[in-house]
């Protein structure tokens, strides 16, 4: 048993409650009591269990990043300040192919313990070499969404037949931690033909899609050529959208995609760093709401962010669409936390389990030592957490009921 007290606790459930002065009690990997300390306290007074006093910290829970490539901490600095295509076929795709597995193993286990010192607890991941990444992620403990790349261009042709068998070798590694997901790379990587095959395969085996979708204009513009129509509604054409699919970036949207999206139930996963070092565009957050699309949060790949830091990606999409929207009511900071949890939750189909510190749910939980100058007086904890806090700021961490950090 794991027992914090004396803490203030975000809980992001339905109600969105904050509890001051309270406590969380975990047993094995579940949360088996939610409450004010002292009463918790006395009811547990005679239970053997390990007590952290959080006393000073607020508790939140495991923050989610629903769309990274953790291998390319690798390339972290290596190809900045460049425009997306040249940055992606003369940079990245060219030195990625050099890599061997032990690399994307070390850069994968560099992006976990990144992730972990900043809060992060989970995170949906599209790269290659996806043995090599369930070693890092399950060696450092986080929970890892490891996508099987689909791709058909940038010096790598990764098909049907080598994916189906990849899984049939993975999937008897899967577990509660570990989860495949198929990420056919973008529609203008990957052809019709195998993004069909995607589809089938995924429902077939009742697994998430991930792909790049709508990042920049020229990849709009280029779709319209070459299908008359945009991605999403090329997408929709030829069956691939549902509930199950994650889209990455969505930047240029039609007002048409938007509710082709919301019927489709696909989630979105919104990644504003990248999108602006990359100059690729603003996603149309404030819309996407409104349609009742579920948006979550990522940061993309450490190439075009530079740092897997999720509440420097809370502060940023909070910050730009005040201003895209010339709005300073809009992306609040709760729907901005709501995003970088409960929803990023929504998104994986696990909200029954993480996202939020409920009685029942996993024990995924993150302390933040809010006993600095910064984080006082402390008069909104959420605002707080979107505004001010800092990946740094994170003191403990305890995924599945196992403390990390």
């Known amino acids: 048993m794991i027992f914090i007290k004396n803490t203030t606790i975000v809980t992001q459930n339905s109600k969105r409650q904050i509890i001051e002065d309270g406590a969380i009690l975990a047993e094995g990997n579940k949360i088996a009591d939610i409450g004010q300390s002292a009463k918790l306290e006395k009811k547990y007074a005679k239970a053997k269990k390990k007590t952290i006093d959080g006393r000073g910290k607020v508790a939140i829970p495991g923050l989610i990043n629903a769309h990274t490539h953790a291998a390319m901490s690798l390339l972290r600095g290596f190809a900045d300040d460049m425009p997306l295509n040249d940055w992606l076929e003369k940079k990245i795709w060219p030195a990625e192919a050099k890599l061997g597995p032990e690399d994307i193993c070390r850069g994968t286990k560099m992006a976990c313990q990144?992730?972990?010192?900043?809060?992060?607890?989970?995170?949906?991941?599209?790269?290659?070499?996806?043995?090599?990444?369930?070693?890092?992620?399950?060696?450092?403990?986080?929970?890892?969404?490891?996508?099987?790349?689909?791709?058909?261009?940038g010096g790598m042709d990764i098909g049907p037949a080598q994916i189906a068998a990849e899984y049939e070798r993975l999937k008897s590694k899967t577990g509660e931690d570990i989860k495949l997901v198929l990420t056919p790379h973008s529609i203008y990587a990957v052809s019709e033909e195998t993004l069909r095959w995607c589809k089938k395969f995924a429902d077939d085996n009742d697994l998430l899609l991930h792909i790049h979708l709508s990042e920049t204009e020229e990849e709009v513009k280029n779709c319209l050529a070459k299908h008359k129509c945009q991605p999403v509604e090329y997408l929709e054409k030829i069956g691939f959208l549902g509930g199950n699919v994650v889209a990455a970036h969505c930047c240029w949207l039609s007002e048409k995609e938007i509710k082709i999206l919301a019927k489709q139930k696909v989630?979105?996963?919104?990644?504003?760093?990248?999108?602006?070092?990359?100059?690729?565009?603003v996603a149309p957050l404030g819309k996407l709401l409104k349609a009742g699309v579920n948006v979550a949060l990522g940061t993309d790949g450490p190439a075009s962010n530079n740092c897997l830091d999720m509440f420097g990606e809370m502060k940023i999409a909070a910050l730009i669409h005040k201003w895209d929207e010339r709005n300073p009511a809009a992306a609040d900071a709760q729907t901005i936390l709501d995003m970088a949890t409960i929803n990023g939750a929504k998104a994986l189909k696990i909200d029954k389990n993480i996202g939020s510190i409920d009685i029942g749910k996993q024990a995924d939980i993150v302390l933040i030592d809010f006993d600095k100058p910064r984080l006082k007086p402390r008069h909104n904890m959420v605002s707080h957490l979107v505004y001010a806090a800092q990946g740094g700021d994170v003191c403990g961490v305890i995924i599945g009921g196992k403390v990390l950090l």
């Open 114 to 153: 990144e992730m972990l010192q900043s809060g992060t607890t989970t995170f949906n991941n599209m790269y290659w070499q996806p043995a090599q990444e369930i070693r890092a992620a399950r060696e450092i403990g986080l929970q890892d969404f490891v996508g099987l790349t689909a791709l058909d261009s």
């Open 267 to 281: 989630s979105v996963a919104h990644c504003p760093v990248s999108n602006l070092k990359l100059s690729s565009g």
